[in-house]
């Protein structure tokens, strides 16, 4: 279990399908993918490179709200290809890091 | 600065994210001043020294000029109306520090060194993708100005922003989504349009957020 704490408030992120929840609600949130699309990514649906959303910048954003959301820190030097490349890659990825 | 609104009564003068993130939610803040005519509130908008209509160039513009900018605006309200409110977004509320306003009212507020931090990000972002090396430490050391996302930033401006925190003197009150699990006074469901590449609106959270705002300064005695 992670507890990141922010001014005060605790983060509590327990399970792998909350890990999974929170990372749909940010793809769809901050690129703009429709729900129903994201309800439907598998854990091999790529990502980075296949998606026409996703594109460096937006990688920008969307880590950082992945970040803010599960209360965890991703250093510059982590993010490569490898954890953005399908659905299943970045949703292990975060969940490595918020269930420590 | 744009104007909304009745020429009398209590006005609110709004604060948008700094950088990037005011591009993508000007359309939004616009929308919640809109609503806020129909709840008998003024409106207004200014642009900051150096972004916007500004003539100043970006890479001229500090903090304390933007912090000082924000205040006349304030100021200038004044003689016009009952009373004077800030709505701050985000960057924003870094900026809404000396006005002398009756209520302050603050959307996903954060410090300046995560402002910064995103920004290193996105700068990162864009040399991976050329092939260059970047490093995010050297945005606020000395130095000359450095372009992100198309704009040239002045390294003093970013300094100061990394050391700035929001103003937390009474009365203010905080408003975040349900996504963010910072503390607040109240969490309302949306999407952070701040991310989103493109610009975006939502009129459902607009008018949320205008009825929040509303009841906030009326329990202040308007």
């Known amino acids: 279990?992670?507890?990141?704490?922010?001014?005060?408030?605790?983060?509590?992120?327990?399970?792998?399908?909350?890990?999974?929840?929170?990372?749909?609600?940010?793809?769809?949130?901050?690129?703009?993918?429709?729900?129903?699309?994201?309800?439907?990514?598998?854990?091999?649906?790529?990502?980075?490179?296949?998606?026409?959303?996703?594109?460096?910048?937006?990688?920008?954003?969307?880590?950082?709200?992945?970040?803010?959301?599960?209360?965890?820190?991703?250093?510059?030097?982590?993010?490569?290809?490898e954890m953005l490349e399908t659905f299943g890659a970045l949703t292990r990825f975060m969940a490595g890091k918020a269930l420590q | 600065m744009l104007r909304f609104g009745p020429a009398s009564g209590p006005v609110v003068i709004a604060a948008l994210p700094l950088f990037e993130e005011a591009n993508r939610t000007r359309a939004f803040v616009v929308t919640i001043l809109r609503q806020l005519t129909l709840r008998g509130f003024a409106g207004a908008l200014p642009d900051l020294p150096g972004t916007g209509e500004s003539l100043i160039e970006t890479e001229q513009a500090s903090l304390s000029d933007w912090i000082a900018a924000f205040k006349s605006a304030t100021v200038a309200l004044r003689p016009t109306y009952d009373s004077v409110h800030v709505i701050a977004f985000r960057g924003g509320a870094l900026v809404d520090r000396d006005g002398a306003v009756e209520t302050r009212w603050h959307f996903s507020p954060l410090p300046g060194r995560t402002v910064i931090r995103d920004l290193g990000r996105i700068a990162l972002a864009a040399a991976k993708e050329a092939g260059t090396h970047f490093d995010p430490a050297s945005l606020t050391a000395p130095g000359l100005p450095v372009e992100i996302a198309g704009n040239r930033l002045n390294r003093a401006l970013l300094a100061a922003i990394e050391r700035a925190e929001p103003i937390a003197s009474p009365p203010l009150r905080i408003v975040r989504l349900d996504s963010d699990p910072l503390t607040a006074d109240r969490h309302l469901p949306g999407m952070p349009l701040w991310r989103r590449s493109d610009p975006d609106n939502d009129s459902t959270l607009a008018a949320l957020l205008a009825d929040d705002i509303a009841g906030w300064i009326a329990s202040c005695g308007g």
């Open chain 1, 1 to 81: 279990m992670s507890r990141a704490h922010f001014s005060g408030v605790a983060v509590h992120i327990d399970d792998n399908e909350q890990v999974d929840a929170t990372v749909r609600a940010v793809l769809h949130d901050v690129l703009g993918i429709d729900a129903a699309r994201v309800a439907a990514f598998r854990s091999d649906t790529p990502l980075f490179g296949a998606l026409p959303e996703l594109d460096s910048m937006a990688v920008a954003g969307l880590l950082t709200e992945l970040e803010d959301r599960l209360g965890v820190l991703i250093e510059d030097d982590e993010v490569d290809g």
